[in-house]
């Protein structure tokens, strides 16, 4: 009998806490939380400080609750789903006072969200586009990144005695192209570095160009790839017919 009921009850919290009313509470909470949490940290409202203490710790409880109707709902369950361990680690580190400056770690809670963004055509296109063209991503990645890498050693070899601020060792050298690749300032940094070495325009304007031919290369693979994929839709919804 005690059996049965304690089913029905964990029934009936389980649904609760699945049901679309109590995801939209916890959402808004952690919306509400965040904005508290840049309000503390950005200084604004300081004579409010011990409201914003008081809300922040009462969305924390909150939390806490919420963790422990989920685990008591979906048992050894619980720690199956990846976003249920990672709202259990955000929410047992920020709880604890000895880690209180680990607070800001609950603002990736907002994450939470992309698990509704199914209910949301316009946001669950760009999921779906973003995660289609991870691939792509990651293969250009790999590209700029031996492309970076070759570049900066090549600097560093070649400018770094003279202009060892900029060009010393292999992470200023990184972030020195990183810098001429966004065209930020490029010039500046171009310019003195010609002044000693008049040849090295060759470096800089090879450097730029090659890299832009990569990103441009990478835009026009993923509008072809998306003109075939429309392409290859409409042939099947043709053929269909």
């Known amino acids: 009998m005690l059996k049965k009921a304690w089913q029905t009850d964990k029934r009936k919290v389980k649904k609760l806490v699945e049901s679309k009313s109590f995801d939209m509470f916890i959402m808004s909470l952690i919306c509400m939380d965040a904005l508290i949490l840049g309000f503390v940290y950005s200084g604004v409202f300081l004579q409010f400080s011990t409201e914003m203490f008081i809300l922040d710790r009462l ?14 709902a979906y048992g050894p369950k619980f720690y199956k789903s990846g976003w249920n361990v990672f709202d259990f680690t955000i929410v047992a580190v920020s709880s604890v006072s000895l880690f209180s400056y680990f607070i800001i770690l609950r603002v990736f809670r907002l994450f939470r969200i992309l698990k509704y963004v199914g209910r949301f055509d316009r946001m669950k296109n760009i999921i779906n586009t973003f995660l289609m063209l991870a691939p792509n ?7 700029f990144a031996l492309f970076f890498y070759v570049y900066a050693i090549m600097a560093v070899s070649l400018f770094g005695e ?3 601020a900029r060009f010393g060792c292999l992470g200023d050298s990184l972030f020195t192209l990183m810098q001429v690749f966004t065209l930020d300032g490029w010039a500046e940094i171009a310019r003195p570095v010609m002044m000693v070495s008049p040849w090295s325009w060759l470096f800089f304007i090879s450097f730029i160009f090659l890299s832009y031919i990569i990103a441009i290369s990478f835009i026009i693979s993923i509008i072809a790839e998306q003109i075939n994929s429309t392409s290859g839709k409409k042939y099947k919804i043709k053929n269909r017919l």
Request: glycine share 8%; net charge neutral; aromatic share 20%.
């Open 162 to 164: 003279t202009f060892g």
């Open 137 to 143: 991503f990651l293969a250009v990645f790999g590209i």
């Open 59 to 72: 969305c924390m409880a909150i939390f806490i609750i919420e963790m422990l109707m989920k685990i008591y």
